[in-house]
């Protein structure tokens, strides 16, 4: 904390810039200082750097509370460590974030995303081509069209300018090496203008290539001038004068640079409308030119919105990128309970704070510590129990990757959060993350064993355990007795790997995942999870999924996985339903796609009573 002794850079709107930690903490309170950080309260207009920032705040927030006692308590608290360490925010010129509200990139983020996007060798090449090199060629065939209608017309010195164009243009333009084949038409046209330049006959062979080569060009774009051949330059003329992507990347940068690198945007759209004809004049874009979608795409992930909002716009397109949210979406769901929204707002920007002491900050340890500060104790009063709101936290993310993402479910990572939640939520529960077995004695890990009793528990009897040919009998027994071994054995048994360990061996480790039904049968029988949507339409989503054009085999694989799970939770005549609509979308799927799902579709039939 040595970084906040002394003094401090000035702060806009802050009248006690410049002051030290013990001056700053005594500045604030005074009555205007207190003035200013219900100020602060109110407009959000704050930066929490670290936790510790938020502290003064508390103490404004409890005495505008009423709750003068507590106020000073803390205050008193406080005290001793003053002169060393900053208990004020920062200003900032934009509020914190809404507590509920996320992004997948921040500014700074998408930023850097955007400088990496220099020119792409082959458009710029491509580009020369366009503006270089076929208007050369056009020439270069004009004058052969000359020699032969007119030759009387057409003088040894144009043919040497046209040469002397050829060699500075291929000085100052590199990119494009077509020129240089000497089997081109091109080169052919070239070759012969230099012998007639030099004053030497061109050989039978020569000039038969020559008139093949004038011959194939006006064949193929016809002649220069023509209504044809005009047609296809002034096309081509367009599509060179489109400003190159790494050009329209600085555009979208430059409408970035003045925002605050640390925190998403509320309106990413503004930041990717047209080329401006105030940004024409200064970039030399063509005004009105649309940004391209990829930079449409980065500039959009620094959207910050309610995740509800972002699945709607599609910016969380997987369940991995769900799992790249979540550490975002921890504080400011952790935040929800408090009593109003400025209490809320200030525990969202105070557990979302980074901090080099905090690597994993969404654990369960950084929340301890957190929870354990005297200023969060102070408000303590004013919010939920953090284990209630852990517990609502991880049945929201369980519920929201299941419902969005009903063919994939969550992933390894997705996985990992959600443990964590489950031990801030003090539930008697694992969840079960790759690595599935230890990778020295290939012995499953305890967690498997935990997802394997959920899943026998909760699925025996079922569709599930038919389609897969499992015997759930067994497979508690062997959870009963702790048999972790056998529990590895029994996977690449199934997977006819025998002596292989899930830990590696991937047909292991999706036997694995097919005895446990990782982790939805553990998130539903021990979290409590009941998507709003219904197991049924999770069910034909998982379907829709699995005969996507284009899915992988293991895609495919886990797709039809999460569709017997979903399908298992239905009564039995959700099943029936789900089935019929599962056949009649099959009948209409592309022959490539049918023939993906008809072998496992004829085993669940057989599954389904």
Not at 145 to 162: I, K, Q
Request: with cysteine.
């Amino acid at each position: 904390m040595n970084e906040n002794n002394g003094q401090h850079p000035p702060a806009v709107g802050l009248p006690s810039a410049g002051l030290s930690s013990a001056e700053l903490f005594a500045h604030f309170l005074t009555d205007d200082g207190l003035a200013r950080l219900e100020s602060l309260l109110d407009s959000g207009r704050y930066e929490i750097r670290a936790p510790e920032h938020a502290a003064l705040l508390c103490v404004a927030w409890l005495r505008r509370a009423g709750a003068g006692d507590a106020a000073a308590a803390l205050v008193e608290e406080l005290r001793p460590f003053a002169s060393e360490v900053r208990f004020a925010p920062y200003p900032a010129e934009r509020p914190v974030p809404a507590p509920d509200a996320v992004h997948r990139l921040t500014v700074g983020e998408a930023a850097a995303a955007l400088a990496r996007r220099g020119p792409r060798p082959a458009v710029e090449a491509q580009r020369e081509a366009l503006t270089v090199w076929r208007p050369f060629e056009d020439a270069l065939l004009g004058h052969w069209l000359r020699v032969e209608t007119d030759p009387a017309s057409v003088t040894r010195e144009e043919g040497a300018a046209l040469l002397v164009r050829y060699r500075e243009l291929a000085a100052a333009h590199t990119r494009c090496t077509g020129h240089l084949n000497p089997k081109s038409n091109a080169a052919v046209l070239r070759l012969g203008l230099e012998e007639t330049v030099a004053g030497r006959d061109l050989s039978p062979g020569l000039a038969g290539r020559v008139r093949h080569a004038v011959a194939s060009m006006v064949a193929k774009r016809g002649r220069p001038g023509s209504a044809r051949h005009t047609r296809l330059r002034r096309e081509q003329a367009r599509q060179a004068a489109l400003p190159a992507h790494h050009e329209l990347a600085a555009l979208a940068l430059h409408r970035l640079a003045p925002l605050d690198v640390s925190r998403g945007t509320t309106d990413a759209e503004a930041l990717t409308g047209p080329v401006t004809a105030e940004e024409a004049k200064h970039t030399g874009l063509p005004a009105g030119t649309a940004v391209p979608a990829s930079i449409r795409a980065t500039v959009a992930a620094t959207s910050s919105a309610p995740l509800e909002t972002l699945l709607e716009r599609g910016t969380v397109p997987s369940a991995e990128v769900l799992a790249e949210l979540a550490a975002r979406l921890i504080p400011g769901h952790t935040a929800r309970g408090y009593a109003d929204e400025s209490l809320r707002r200030l525990m969202a920007a105070l557990f979302g704070a980074p901090s080099h002491r905090y690597p994993l900050w969404w654990s369960r340890e950084h929340h301890a510590r957190i929870n354990g500060s005297p200023w969060v104790r102070a408000v303590a009063p004013w919010g939920d129990d953090p284990v209630e709101q852990a517990r609502w936290t991880l049945r929201m993310l369980a519920e929201v990757c299941v419902r969005a993402f009903p063919g994939s479910g969550p992933s390894n990572l997705l996985v990992r959060v959600l443990a964590e939640l489950v031990r801030q939520a003090e539930l008697p529960v694992r969840l079960a993350a790759e690595p599935f077995a230890d990778a020295y004695s290939g012995m499953a890990t305890p967690e498997l064993l935990s997802a394997a009793q959920a899943a026998a528990e909760l699925l025996h009897g079922t569709v599930y355990e038919r389609y897969h040919g499992i015997d759930y009998a067994a497979v508690r027994e062997l959870v009963v007795a702790g048999d972790r071994h056998g529990f590895s054995r029994l996977c690449a048994a199934r997977a006819g790997q025998p002596g292989l360990s899930p830990a590696t061996d991937p047909a292991v480790m999706e036997q694995a995942r097919v005895l446990t039904a990782s982790p939805l049968a553990t998130l539903v029988r021990d979290v409590g999870i009941s998507p709003r949507a219904g197991w049924d339409d999770l069910a034909r989503g998982a379907f829709s999924a699995a005969a996507r054009r284009g899915a992988t085999d293991r895609g495919v694989a886990t797709a039809w996985r999460q569709l017997v799970f979903h399908l298992s939770l239905c009564a039995a005549d959700e099943q029936a339903r789900v089935l019929a609509w599962i056949d009649d979308r099959a009948a209409r799927l592309p022959a490539r796609a049918a023939e993906r799902v008809a072998g496992p579709l004829a085993r669940l039939r057989l599954a389904v009573p």
